[in-house]
């Protein structure tokens, strides 16, 4: 007999792949191409010195104050974690009880349903439609499935489709409107410029959580943080382990809020590239969607796609629209230029 929870044995590992040597082009994890900036191997290589003592007070209490600055929002209503998954699952953790349902759009980032099979929720799922050359969500009928619901959780933008899903008044709406927790992850917001952080402090039931992994380029550092109420931030503070992230990674999250101007230059460079790879898109007669974030999906019309450019080392990701279809996250110049010469050969 099994000691493992049977909603627990039955639920999906995630699993990190591999690439060839020779790679080409990895286009697959909406990474930020770099190269990473010096301040940020210096800071890192200060505190890896000091790696056999856990974080002092100091780290913590440097990322809070400029997160406070960054976001506008007190101490009170924010934690840091390893990553913003690992915070979406804290979440997860501190209010879901089996059976419980779980409402997010489909498709969105794979570990929403990941996590829902771990807590043994019900899920419902609202299925995104194309509008135009974008995605658009039915307000309307998610509040009416949230209205059963103990956790609505919306990517925004949302991954794969790129699409901002609602604004900050459909957020308000949806708080207002129903009795769930409403989580918003905005791992995108530095492209996109959208957000409802603002209402954390005034709305009882609404959660953000964002990510140093994408505008930032920390994604092997892992680092994200949480804006919520105060019950719900000091229970996913006591779910996470002691001392949750690594000194190198205080360090590496402080440097980049202290240099937001590199970023902030870095996230104009990678939007001009998402421009220009749109049209590329277009002139090759695929058909790409608008994208608020650092990658764009593509109906590109050639049949497993997907796999066909993995045999050219040019990693491009799955989504769940067809064989025809990927995302493509904003590489550098070099890399997308393989990639649509790949994709024009594959076309011919």
């Not at 505008?215 to 996470?240: C, N, Q, S, T």
């Not at 104009?268 to 058909?287: F, Q, S």
């Not at 550098?332 to 011919?348: G, H, P």
Request: glycine share 6%; net charge neutral; hydrophobic share 45%.
């Amino acid at each position: 007999m099994s000691m493992v929870k049977e909603w627990i044995a039955s639920a999906p590992v995630y699993e990190p792949r591999d690439y060839p040597q020779d790679i080409v082009a990895r286009l697959d994890l909406n990474e930020n191409p770099g190269p990473v900036p010096g301040f940020i191997v210096d800071a890192v290589l200060r505190e890896a010195r000091r790696a056999n003592r856990y974080p002092e007070k100091r780290l913590y209490e440097n990322l809070y104050a400029l997160l406070e600055e960054y976001t506008g929002l007190s101490r009170r209503h924010l934690v840091f974690g390893p990553g913003s998954d690992a915070l979406l699952r804290s979440v997860f953790d501190a209010v879901i009880k089996p059976g419980d349902l779980v409402v997010y759009a489909s498709p969105s980032f794979t570990m929403y349903g990941v996590y829902s099979a771990l807590s043994g929720a019900r899920v419902e799922t609202l299925r995104l439609s194309a509008c135009g050359d974008k995605w658009c969500l039915d307000l309307a009928e998610l509040i009416s499935r949230a209205r059963g619901a103990k956790l609505v959780v919306i990517d925004n933008p949302n991954n794969p489709t790129g699409s901002l899903l609602l604004g900050e008044r459909d957020v308000r709406e949806l708080v207002e409107e129903t009795n769930a927790l409403v989580v918003l992850d905005e791992a995108y917001y530095e492209f996109s410029q959208a957000s409802s952080i603002g209402l954390v402090e005034e709305a009882q039931r609404l959660v953000v959580t964002r990510t140093f992994s994408k505008a930032f380029g920390l994604a092997g550092l892992r680092v994200g943080y949480m804006a919520a109420p105060r019950e719900i931030r000091d229970a996913v503070w006591k779910l996470l382990a002691p001392f949750p992230v690594p000194r190198t990674s205080l360090a590496a999250a402080i440097a980049a809020l202290e240099h937001r101007d590199f970023f902030e230059e870095a996230v104009r460079r990678i939007t001009e590239l998402r421009e220009w790879l749109y049209r590329e898109l277009l002139v090759l007669g695929a058909k790409p969607y608008r994208s608020w974030t650092n990658f764009v999906l593509a109906d590109t019309g050639v049949e497993n796609v997907v796999d066909k450019l993995a045999e050219r080392k040019i990693m491009v990701r799955r989504v769940p629209m067809g064989d025809t279809w990927a995302r493509i996250t904003i590489g550098s110049r070099k890399e997308l230029d393989a990639f649509i010469n790949a994709l024009r050969d594959l076309k011919q």
